[in-house]
């Protein structure tokens, strides 16, 4: 999965305050005949949807039905199961067994010989995230909107009985006239001649959940991207965007993708599920997507302007994509072998998400999408982003225990830290290699080797790689991914003839392009305050001014979220002669400052590149982006 950069929701977030103010059963055992499933999402009851699941017959007297607890890809324990009301288990002639709530996600159903059926009615996710805590992340989730829209993560709908696994399933789908199904899930729509009836089959229940559904009103785009036919569908509530406005940027993006990987084995068929929720309503905010080893179902905001949403989702969804490779591909015994209710985690979270996020930022580069000082500009981010997590925590040993604390606040950092273990490999592998080997190359090694259906077993991993590569790889995982030492990522950069270095900036004298320097505190009078903890510009640092300081006036104005919003205008057009004067409350005390604006600069840290290395090093560089 991919969560959105948190710096751009925070940017959404101040954008807004500041604008804003049956019967017939025919008896075949349970292994082999299908598990008849009827989801109905006509007749909606309270925001909730009725679920049938009609398996073969058991022969034992007790049976376990459940619901996921988790799902691969999300590293979370999200109990899909407290969604779940109603919970009825039937035998042949219509009445009620005794069935029993084990815990949030289990029943146990006695008189199992003669269970017809269960039935339950599902509670959706995006419109309580805001009342729970710990909400399911939203490309995870589910919506039901009556008319408009099911997000049918089928996980959230669909359960299993223990030991049936392996069965095949069949679902039936009774729809409304007006919405089209989006889905990877083999079948089709308005079977046996009935056009609101659609039926999809899988061949066991991890296909179920590996094949999302969603129904909205037609916004569809189909292309070809050198034999994968992709499908974009997307679901715009308030009809802002359709799905031709984002074809372009995609098609463009994925044949870059597919060149990178070159002759990786794909799938044939990829689509993107695209939910935009509408931030005026409870609604989904776990921005962000989830992979599946067909599609994908990625969350944003309608709010979005059309420019960040481009690259939003040329960011989250090649990201998505690039897991086909890892854990889709190359994976452990643990996915291979998934336990939606007792899931036993991996230690290689570095390689699912690590090499996967940092493959989405390499191919940009190497594909030309983006410029070198864009890639060094997100490698750096990915740096300043991995100090906020514990740096000295062993990766693998997070991984593992990624659903406890306090592993699972560090999770983020498998797409900061996680991708610069995978570019600091990436460096020693070409070092080594004379440029001819890197990340990609071993992982399509590995992918040679196992593959979707041949898991690896998860504490061999790091000696199967050394043994393929060199011995600084294996010191370089028992110190940095194993072991606990924090990554001097300039002996990286040194390598390729790279250097962090200080430089100044020209900013804003209130926003540094659209993240403002104050925030309003809603608790005490909405008074504006200079942000805390981030690194000022020259124009309050020349003034002395301090994060935490309130706006009282600003050139004898009295100041507030209103009275501001004038004044920042009117900052455009200063000059750096203009003179200002401001008082702030400090501690409680008034202090006053008078003096030239000044040409608003920021320091930053960038990655550039240095003078006067030898040719081989930027040969080695130039091996690294641009091969
Ligand atoms: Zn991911």
């Avoid at 949807?49 to 398996?55: A, L, S, T």
């Avoid at 939910?275 to 067909?294: C, F, K, Q, R, W």
């Avoid at 390499?362 to 999408?369: A, D, P, R, T, Y």
């Avoid at 940095?480 to 200080?502: C, E, M, Q, R, S």
């Amino acid at each position: 999965m991919k969560f959105f950069m948190k710096k751009n929701v925070l940017i959404i977030a101040f954008a807004l305050i500041l604008n804003a103010c049956g019967a017939g059963k025919v008896l075949v055992s349970a292994e082999n005949s299908p598990i008849l499933t009827s989801i109905d999402l006509v007749n909606i009851v309270d925001d909730k949807v009725q679920v049938g699941i009609n398996p073969g017959a058991f022969t034992t007297s007790t049976v376990i039905f459940r619901i996921s607890k988790t799902v691969p890809g999300t590293y979370s324990s999200d109990n899909y199961g407290q969604y779940i009301d109603d919970f009825e288990a039937l035998d042949y002639k219509g009445n009620l067994l005794n069935s029993k709530k084990l815990d949030d996600n289990t029943w146990s159903i006695s008189g199992a010989a003669q269970l017809d059926k269960v039935q339950y009615w599902v509670n959706d996710t995006y419109d309580t995230e805001n009342d729970v805590e710990d909400a399911v992340f939203s490309p995870a989730g589910t919506n039901i909107a009556e008319g408009s829209n099911f997000m049918l993560n089928l996980h959230g709908f669909v359960g299993y009985f223990d030991g049936f696994k392996e069965a095949p399933y069949t679902i039936q789908i009774k729809k409304p006239a007006n919405l089209i199904a989006t889905t990877t899930l083999a079948g089709g729509v308005g079977v046996k001649n009935d056009p609101l009836l659609d039926v999809f089959t899988a061949k066991r229940y991890l296909e179920v959940i590996d094949n999302p559904i969603m129904y909205a009103k037609p916004n569809t785009e189909t292309f070809e991207i050198n034999g994968i036919t992709v499908t974009l569908s997307l679901y715009s509530p308030n009809d802002v965007y359709k799905a031709s406005d984002l074809k372009e940027r995609m098609v463009a993006m994925m044949g870059a993708q597919k060149k990178f990987l070159g002759d990786v084995d794909s799938t044939k068929e990829y689509n993107i599920l695209l939910y935009m929720s509408d931030v005026n309503i409870p609604d989904a905010h776990g921005y962000g997507a989830l992979e599946h080893h067909t599609s994908t179902v990625v969350v944003l905001p309608e709010a979005m302007d059309v420019g960040r949403l481009e690259q939003a989702m040329v960011d989250v969804v090649s990201h998505e994509f690039f897991h086909i490779v890892t854990p889709l591909s190359v994976h452990s015994k643990e996915i291979q072998y998934f336990d939606f209710n007792d899931p036993k985690m991996s230690e290689h979270l570095w390689m699912y998400e690590g090499t996967t996020e940092y493959f989405a930022n390499l191919f940009q580069i190497q594909q030309g999408l983006i410029s070198e000082e864009d890639f060094y500009e997100r490698m750096l981010g990915k740096i300043t982003n991995s100090k906020f997590y514990d740096d000295s925590m062993s990766f693998t040993i997070m991984s593992k225990n990624i659903l406890e604390q306090p592993y699972e606040p560090n999770y983020a950092n498998v797409y900061e830290k996680g991708a610069l273990i995978n570019m600091c490999l990436d460096i020693i592998l070409r070092e080594k290699s004379n440029g001819e080997k890197g990340m990609l190359w071993l992982m399509k090694e590995l992918s040679k080797k196992y593959g979707t259906d041949i898991p690896f077993e998860d504490e061999a991993l790091f000696s199967e790689i050394v043994s393929m590569t060199y011995p600084e790889v294996d010191v370089f995982f028992k110190e940095h991914v194993i072991g606990t030492t924090p990554i001097d990522y300039n002996t990286f950069f040194a390598k390729v003839g790279l250097a962090t270095k200080d430089v100044e900036e020209p900013t804003g004298y209130f926003f540094d392009g659209q993240v403002p320097y104050m925030d309003v505190d809603v608790q005490n009078d909405s008074v504006v305050f200079i942000r805390e903890n981030i690194e000022l510009n020259s124009f309050f640092n020349d003034l002395e001014l301090k994060g935490g300081d309130i706006f009282r006036t600003i050139n004898e104005q009295e100041i507030n979220l209103e009275t501001l919003r004038p004044i920042i205008g009117e900052s455009f057009g200063w000059t750096p002669e203009t003179v200002v004067s401001m008082t702030v409350e400090r501690d409680g005390e008034m202090v006053s400052v008078t003096g030239p604006v000044g040409q608003p600069v920021k320091k930053v840290k960038k990655i550039v590149a240095l003078e006067g290395v030898a040719e081989e090093t930027v040969t080695l560089r130039n091996a690294w982006l641009k091969n």
